[in-house]
DNA sequence: AGTTTGAGTTTACAGATGTAAACTTTAGTC
DNA sequence: GACTAAAGTTTACATCTGTAAACTCAAACT
Protein backbone atom coordinates (compact mmCIF):
# COMPACT_ATOMS: atom_id res chain seq x y z
CA UNK A 1 0.00 0.00 0.00
CA UNK A 2 1.47 3.06 -0.92
CA UNK A 3 2.05 5.85 1.98
CA UNK A 4 4.76 8.07 1.04
CA UNK A 5 4.33 11.73 1.65
CA UNK A 6 4.60 14.13 -1.41
CA UNK A 7 5.34 17.96 -1.21
CA UNK A 8 4.24 19.00 -4.12
CA UNK A 9 0.64 18.89 -5.37
CA UNK A 10 -0.91 16.83 -7.95
CA UNK A 11 -2.69 18.75 -10.27
CA UNK A 12 -6.06 18.39 -12.13
CA UNK A 13 -4.74 17.29 -15.55
CA UNK A 14 -2.31 14.77 -13.02
CA UNK A 15 -5.64 14.02 -10.87
CA UNK A 16 -6.84 11.76 -14.41
CA UNK A 17 -3.34 9.91 -14.68
CA UNK A 18 -3.35 9.04 -11.02
CA UNK A 19 -7.24 7.92 -10.90
CA UNK A 20 -6.35 5.21 -13.60
CA UNK A 21 -3.15 3.95 -11.99
CA UNK A 22 -4.77 4.01 -8.48
CA UNK A 23 -7.68 1.75 -10.27
CA UNK A 24 -5.62 -0.61 -12.04
CA UNK A 25 -3.00 -0.77 -9.18
CA UNK A 26 -0.32 -0.60 -11.90
CA UNK A 27 -0.12 -0.39 -15.54
CA UNK A 28 2.05 0.29 -18.36
CA UNK A 29 1.84 4.02 -20.29
CA UNK A 30 0.36 2.01 -23.63
CA UNK A 31 -2.71 1.41 -21.24
CA UNK A 32 -2.60 4.65 -19.07
CA UNK A 33 -2.52 6.29 -22.50
CA UNK A 34 -5.21 4.40 -24.05
CA UNK A 35 -7.83 5.21 -21.20
CA UNK A 36 -7.48 8.57 -20.39
CA UNK A 37 -7.45 9.37 -24.20
CA UNK A 38 -11.08 7.68 -24.18
CA UNK A 39 -11.37 10.61 -21.48
CA UNK A 40 -9.89 13.43 -22.36
CA UNK A 41 -9.40 15.00 -25.82
CA UNK A 42 -5.65 14.84 -24.66
CA UNK A 43 -2.77 13.57 -27.56
CA UNK A 44 -0.16 10.78 -25.77
CA UNK A 45 2.04 13.17 -26.19
CA UNK A 46 -0.02 14.95 -23.21
CA UNK A 47 -0.47 12.33 -21.16
CA UNK A 48 3.20 11.33 -21.47
CA UNK A 49 4.19 14.54 -20.23
CA UNK A 50 1.76 14.04 -17.43
CA UNK A 51 3.36 10.80 -16.65
CA UNK A 52 6.48 12.13 -16.58
CA UNK A 53 6.23 14.61 -14.49
CA UNK A 54 4.15 12.59 -11.72
CA UNK A 55 7.20 10.63 -11.73
CA UNK A 56 9.32 13.50 -11.02
CA UNK A 57 6.92 14.66 -8.00
CA UNK A 58 7.46 10.90 -6.55
CA UNK A 59 3.70 10.14 -7.41
CA UNK A 60 4.26 7.33 -9.43
CA UNK A 61 7.13 4.50 -9.16
CA UNK A 62 8.22 2.87 -12.10
CA UNK A 63 9.54 -0.52 -12.17
CA UNK A 64 11.22 -1.57 -15.67
CA UNK A 65 9.84 -4.27 -17.92
CA UNK A 66 11.16 -5.18 -21.44
CA UNK A 67 11.01 -1.50 -23.38
CA UNK A 68 8.37 0.08 -21.19
CA UNK A 69 7.99 1.02 -17.62
CA UNK A 70 4.79 -0.48 -15.43
CA UNK A 71 3.66 2.40 -12.83
CA UNK A 72 2.38 2.31 -9.79
CA UNK A 73 1.20 4.36 -7.40
CA UNK A 74 3.58 6.04 -4.78
CA UNK A 75 0.79 7.68 -2.90
CA UNK A 76 -2.48 6.69 -1.74
CA UNK A 77 -5.73 7.63 -3.60
CA UNK A 78 -7.09 8.13 -0.28
CA UNK A 79 -4.62 10.20 1.11
CA UNK A 80 -4.42 12.27 -1.79
CA UNK A 81 -8.36 12.63 -1.53
CA UNK A 82 -7.83 13.91 1.83
CA UNK A 83 -5.12 16.40 1.55
CA UNK A 84 -6.67 17.66 -1.51
CA UNK A 85 -10.13 18.32 0.20
CA UNK A 86 -8.45 19.63 3.52
CA UNK A 87 -6.31 21.99 1.59
CA UNK A 88 -9.65 23.27 -0.10
CA UNK A 89 -11.10 23.15 2.75
CA UNK A 90 -8.37 25.40 4.80
CA UNK A 91 -8.80 28.01 2.61
CA UNK A 92 -12.38 28.42 3.59
CA UNK A 93 -14.01 30.54 6.50
CA UNK A 94 -14.23 28.03 9.55
CA UNK A 95 -17.59 29.31 10.19
CA UNK A 96 -18.78 28.71 7.00
CA UNK A 97 -17.56 24.82 6.69
CA UNK A 98 -20.44 23.02 8.15
CA UNK A 99 -22.64 24.74 5.37
CA UNK A 100 -20.17 24.29 2.53
CA UNK A 101 -20.50 20.33 3.67
CA UNK A 102 -24.31 20.75 3.90
CA UNK A 103 -24.59 21.72 0.66
CA UNK A 104 -21.22 19.79 -0.75
CA UNK A 105 -22.83 16.17 0.67
CA UNK A 106 -26.61 16.92 -0.74
CA UNK A 107 -25.13 17.00 -4.66
CA UNK A 108 -22.69 14.05 -4.05
CA UNK A 109 -24.02 10.47 -4.45
CA UNK A 110 -23.57 8.40 -1.40
CA UNK A 111 -23.97 4.98 -0.23
CA UNK A 112 -26.07 4.22 2.63
CA UNK A 113 -22.98 2.63 4.14
CA UNK A 114 -21.03 5.85 3.76
CA UNK A 115 -24.42 7.61 5.02
CA UNK A 116 -24.30 5.10 7.73
CA UNK A 117 -20.90 5.64 8.61
CA UNK A 118 -20.84 9.64 8.86
CA UNK A 119 -24.10 9.83 10.70
CA UNK A 120 -22.26 7.50 12.91
CA UNK A 121 -19.20 9.83 12.81
CA UNK A 122 -21.33 13.05 13.50
CA UNK A 123 -23.16 11.39 16.56
CA UNK A 124 -20.18 10.54 18.09
CA UNK A 125 -18.67 14.63 17.13
CA UNK A 126 -21.78 15.81 18.53
CA UNK A 127 -21.00 14.90 21.69
CA UNK A 128 -17.69 17.10 22.31
CA UNK A 129 -18.83 19.73 19.63
CA UNK A 130 -18.85 23.12 20.26
CA UNK A 131 -21.91 25.10 20.22
CA UNK A 132 -20.38 27.79 17.71
CA UNK A 133 -17.65 28.32 15.16
CA UNK A 134 -16.31 31.70 15.02
CA UNK A 135 -15.04 33.58 11.82
CA UNK A 136 -11.57 33.40 11.44
CA UNK A 137 -11.30 35.79 8.04
CA UNK A 138 -9.57 38.44 9.65
CA UNK A 139 -6.72 38.64 11.45
CA UNK A 140 -6.21 37.98 15.10
CA UNK A 141 -7.97 40.43 17.27
CA UNK A 142 -10.74 41.66 15.01
CA UNK A 143 -13.79 39.98 15.21
CA UNK A 144 -15.69 39.53 11.90
CA UNK A 145 -18.46 37.18 10.79
CA UNK A 146 -19.91 35.66 7.25
CA UNK B 1 -26.61 39.65 -1.60
CA UNK B 2 -24.29 38.59 -4.38
CA UNK B 3 -25.70 35.96 -6.40
CA UNK B 4 -23.30 36.76 -9.69
CA UNK B 5 -22.27 33.50 -11.12
CA UNK B 6 -18.07 33.82 -12.19
CA UNK B 7 -16.88 31.72 -14.72
CA UNK B 8 -13.11 32.24 -14.16
CA UNK B 9 -11.80 30.68 -10.66
CA UNK B 10 -10.68 32.42 -7.83
CA UNK B 11 -6.92 31.40 -6.64
CA UNK B 12 -6.04 30.79 -3.49
CA UNK B 13 -4.23 34.32 -2.92
CA UNK B 14 -7.45 35.78 -4.60
CA UNK B 15 -9.38 33.98 -1.99
CA UNK B 16 -7.78 35.38 1.34
CA UNK B 17 -8.73 38.79 -0.44
CA UNK B 18 -12.05 37.79 -0.56
CA UNK B 19 -12.89 36.52 2.71
CA UNK B 20 -11.58 39.81 4.32
CA UNK B 21 -14.34 41.31 1.77
CA UNK B 22 -16.61 38.77 2.13
CA UNK B 23 -16.44 39.05 5.88
CA UNK B 24 -17.00 43.01 6.13
CA UNK B 25 -19.05 43.28 3.57
CA UNK B 26 -17.44 46.22 1.81
CA UNK B 27 -14.49 47.45 2.17
CA UNK B 28 -11.76 50.35 1.08
CA UNK B 29 -8.33 48.84 -0.41
CA UNK B 30 -6.62 50.55 2.75
CA UNK B 31 -8.32 48.22 4.69
CA UNK B 32 -8.33 44.92 3.13
CA UNK B 33 -4.13 45.77 2.27
CA UNK B 34 -3.99 46.67 6.16
CA UNK B 35 -5.99 43.29 7.05
CA UNK B 36 -4.79 40.90 4.58
CA UNK B 37 -1.12 41.58 5.42
CA UNK B 38 -1.46 41.28 9.19
CA UNK B 39 -2.08 37.39 7.85
CA UNK B 40 0.14 36.95 4.81
CA UNK B 41 3.90 38.64 4.35
CA UNK B 42 2.62 40.14 1.09
CA UNK B 43 3.53 43.93 -0.17
CA UNK B 44 0.92 45.91 -0.38
CA UNK B 45 1.47 45.62 -4.36
CA UNK B 46 1.04 42.38 -4.14
CA UNK B 47 -2.52 43.08 -2.85
CA UNK B 48 -3.60 45.11 -4.91
CA UNK B 49 -2.52 43.06 -7.80
CA UNK B 50 -5.05 40.77 -6.43
CA UNK B 51 -7.81 43.01 -5.89
CA UNK B 52 -7.21 44.40 -9.90
CA UNK B 53 -7.45 40.59 -10.50
CA UNK B 54 -10.47 40.06 -8.55
CA UNK B 55 -11.87 43.26 -9.99
CA UNK B 56 -11.46 42.27 -13.61
CA UNK B 57 -12.68 38.55 -12.97
CA UNK B 58 -15.96 40.03 -11.62
CA UNK B 59 -15.16 38.70 -8.14
CA UNK B 60 -15.37 42.43 -6.68
CA UNK B 61 -17.48 45.07 -7.60
CA UNK B 62 -15.96 49.07 -7.66
CA UNK B 63 -18.18 52.24 -6.01
CA UNK B 64 -16.06 55.48 -6.47
CA UNK B 65 -15.60 57.21 -3.13
CA UNK B 66 -13.79 60.02 -3.20
CA UNK B 67 -10.13 59.00 -4.27
CA UNK B 68 -10.45 55.92 -3.92
CA UNK B 69 -12.87 53.08 -4.63
CA UNK B 70 -15.06 50.66 -1.92
CA UNK B 71 -14.89 47.38 -2.78
CA UNK B 72 -18.09 44.95 -2.78
CA UNK B 73 -18.17 41.02 -3.54
CA UNK B 74 -20.17 40.30 -6.28
CA UNK B 75 -19.72 36.28 -6.11
CA UNK B 76 -21.49 34.82 -2.69
CA UNK B 77 -19.19 33.63 -0.21
CA UNK B 78 -21.32 30.43 0.47
CA UNK B 79 -21.69 29.64 -3.37
CA UNK B 80 -17.80 30.23 -4.31
CA UNK B 81 -17.42 27.32 -1.58
CA UNK B 82 -19.67 25.48 -2.70
CA UNK B 83 -18.26 25.43 -6.07
CA UNK B 84 -14.97 25.10 -5.03
CA UNK B 85 -15.74 22.01 -3.22
CA UNK B 86 -17.94 20.69 -5.79
CA UNK B 87 -14.95 20.78 -8.37
CA UNK B 88 -12.29 19.40 -6.05
CA UNK B 89 -15.16 16.49 -5.63
CA UNK B 90 -15.35 16.23 -9.42
CA UNK B 91 -11.88 14.91 -9.15
CA UNK B 92 -12.24 12.35 -7.08
CA UNK B 93 -13.02 8.77 -7.60
CA UNK B 94 -17.03 8.66 -6.43
CA UNK B 95 -16.70 5.48 -5.13
CA UNK B 96 -14.22 7.24 -2.55
CA UNK B 97 -16.05 10.56 -1.94
CA UNK B 98 -18.29 8.64 1.27
CA UNK B 99 -15.07 7.89 2.94
CA UNK B 100 -13.74 11.42 1.85
CA UNK B 101 -16.34 13.40 3.19
CA UNK B 102 -15.74 10.83 6.69
CA UNK B 103 -12.18 12.32 6.60
CA UNK B 104 -13.05 15.72 6.37
CA UNK B 105 -15.61 15.86 8.39
CA UNK B 106 -13.39 14.36 11.68
CA UNK B 107 -10.76 16.77 10.77
CA UNK B 108 -13.00 19.82 10.58
CA UNK B 109 -14.49 21.70 13.43
CA UNK B 110 -18.21 22.08 13.53
CA UNK B 111 -20.69 23.77 15.75
CA UNK B 112 -23.18 21.69 17.22
CA UNK B 113 -26.24 22.80 14.76
CA UNK B 114 -23.99 21.94 11.82
CA UNK B 115 -23.63 18.19 13.22
CA UNK B 116 -27.47 18.26 13.96
CA UNK B 117 -28.32 19.56 10.33
CA UNK B 118 -25.42 17.16 9.16
CA UNK B 119 -27.10 14.49 10.45
CA UNK B 120 -30.38 15.34 9.51
CA UNK B 121 -29.67 15.92 5.54
CA UNK B 122 -27.72 12.50 5.59
CA UNK B 123 -30.64 10.49 7.51
CA UNK B 124 -32.97 12.08 4.74
CA UNK B 125 -30.65 11.10 2.25
CA UNK B 126 -29.99 7.37 3.17
CA UNK B 127 -33.93 6.88 2.22
CA UNK B 128 -33.23 7.22 -1.17
CA UNK B 129 -29.32 6.14 -1.20
CA UNK B 130 -27.88 3.25 -3.57
CA UNK B 131 -26.75 0.22 -1.90
CA UNK B 132 -23.12 1.24 -3.61
CA UNK B 133 -21.44 3.70 -5.58
CA UNK B 134 -19.25 2.74 -8.58
CA UNK B 135 -16.04 3.88 -9.32
CA UNK B 136 -15.93 6.17 -11.84
CA UNK B 137 -11.99 6.21 -12.90
CA UNK B 138 -11.99 4.10 -15.80
CA UNK B 139 -13.90 5.20 -19.35
CA UNK B 140 -17.17 3.80 -20.67
CA UNK B 141 -17.32 0.31 -20.84
CA UNK B 142 -14.53 -0.89 -18.27
CA UNK B 143 -15.28 -1.66 -15.41
CA UNK B 144 -12.48 -0.95 -11.96
CA UNK B 145 -12.87 -0.27 -8.41
CA UNK B 146 -10.26 1.40 -6.06
C1' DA C 1 -2.43 77.02 -7.36
C1' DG C 2 1.37 73.87 -6.47
C1' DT C 3 2.69 69.92 -4.17
C1' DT C 4 2.25 65.75 -1.92
C1' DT C 5 0.46 61.35 -1.39
C1' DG C 6 -2.01 57.65 -1.70
C1' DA C 7 -5.32 54.89 -4.94
C1' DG C 8 -5.42 52.52 -8.74
C1' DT C 9 -3.02 50.83 -13.22
C1' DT C 10 0.81 48.93 -15.93
C1' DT C 11 4.55 46.28 -16.36
C1' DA C 12 7.56 42.48 -14.76
C1' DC C 13 9.04 38.14 -13.97
C1' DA C 14 9.68 33.37 -12.30
C1' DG C 15 7.47 29.09 -11.65
C1' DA C 16 3.32 26.07 -12.39
C1' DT C 17 0.06 24.06 -15.60
C1' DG C 18 -2.13 22.49 -19.86
C1' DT C 19 -1.05 21.00 -24.11
C1' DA C 20 1.89 18.95 -27.48
C1' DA C 21 5.70 18.26 -31.05
C1' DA C 22 10.29 16.58 -31.76
C1' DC C 23 13.90 13.72 -30.57
C1' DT C 24 16.46 9.65 -28.66
C1' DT C 25 17.07 5.22 -27.39
C1' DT C 26 16.45 0.47 -27.41
C1' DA C 27 13.76 -3.79 -27.35
C1' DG C 28 11.92 -6.60 -30.79
C1' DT C 29 11.64 -8.09 -35.63
C1' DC C 30 13.35 -9.75 -40.20
C1' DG D 1 23.20 -7.55 -37.33
C1' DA D 2 20.20 -3.74 -39.37
C1' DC D 3 15.85 -1.71 -38.99
C1' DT D 4 11.60 -0.25 -36.99
C1' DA D 5 8.44 1.25 -33.86
C1' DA D 6 7.13 2.34 -29.59
C1' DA D 7 8.62 4.06 -24.85
C1' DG D 8 10.48 7.52 -22.68
C1' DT D 9 12.92 12.29 -22.67
C1' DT D 10 13.60 17.08 -24.19
C1' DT D 11 12.00 21.07 -25.76
C1' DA D 12 8.20 24.35 -26.59
C1' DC D 13 4.96 27.60 -25.66
C1' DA D 14 0.82 30.12 -24.04
C1' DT D 15 -1.69 31.03 -19.94
C1' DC D 16 -2.28 31.23 -15.04
C1' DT D 17 -0.42 32.35 -10.35
C1' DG D 18 2.27 34.41 -6.87
C1' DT D 19 4.77 38.18 -5.99
C1' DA D 20 6.03 42.92 -6.52
C1' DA D 21 8.08 47.34 -8.45
C1' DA D 22 7.16 51.34 -11.19
C1' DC D 23 4.12 54.59 -12.91
C1' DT D 24 0.04 57.73 -13.38
C1' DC D 25 -3.39 60.57 -11.84
C1' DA D 26 -6.30 63.06 -9.06
C1' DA D 27 -7.75 64.33 -4.34
C1' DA D 28 -6.35 66.79 -0.38
C1' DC D 29 -3.39 69.79 1.98
C1' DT D 30 -0.60 74.17 2.37
Redesign the interface.
Known amino acids: MPTTEITETIT?AE?CVM??V???GQADSHTIID?VS??HDWKAATIKTLIGRLVKKGALATTKNGRQFIYTPLIA??AA??T???G??D????M????????????????????????Q???T??TT?????S?D????G?E???
Open positions: NWRIWTLLQQEQMDALAQLQMCACRGQAFVNAIDQTELSQDDIQELIHLQKLAPATICCLPEYGSC
